[in-house]
Each structure stands twice: as structure tokens, then as C-alpha cells.
């Protein structure tokens, strides 16, 4: 299934856009990475979604509680996050529009 972010998505380019990732917002961010992420400072759990190459979901973690750390294949380094009660129904094998 296609999933359409193109008008709900955050782009962070800079180390200091892609560092800071949700804090402080309510809305999906989408960044490049191959380091893994942080919940750091986070007041709320969020879900995240590893992306291949042709932006198909290869991983998800949902519910990631603040203060966590959370680790990939660095394969991979596509992401999206999105806050744990946004309604999406993003599977495994679903392309991600952005």
C-alpha cells in the first residue's frame, strides 16, 4: 500500500534539525541517518520507520518511550517518526509517499 506524507512531513537536513527530531512538535519528521535515534527530552512515545532505498517500510518500532535509545541496521537510513497517537497505519512492505 502507498501511504501519502508529501503535506504531513517535517524534513530535517541539518546535524542540528536531524539531533533535535521531534522534541518539541506534534508532527511527523522525516531525516536521513544510519546512527540510530534518541527519545531524549521527548514528553511522549513515538513510532518509528525505517525506510529502504524506494522509501518502502523495512522495520517498525512503535510506542518508543522517551529517554530511549534505539538502534538499525545501518543498511538502512531513511526515517520517519511520527508521535506514538498518529493516525497512521503504516505496515511492513507499505511505500511511504514524501
Known sequence: MEINFKKKVKFAESLKEKT??????NEPV???????????FMKFPIN????????KVVIVKKNLSPWRVYFWNP??????ETPAN?????KLGDKILL
Open 48 to 55: 518509528i520507520y525505517i525506510l529502504d532505498n524506494e522509501n
Open 30 to 40: 522525516f531525516f536521513k541517518t544510519r546512527f540510530g535515534i534518541h527519545t531524549f
Open 75 to 80: 543498511l538502512y537510513s531513511k526515517i520517519l
Open 86 to 90: 498518529f493516525e497512521d497505519d503504516i
Open 20 to 25: 533535535k527530531g521531534m522534541i518539541g512538535r
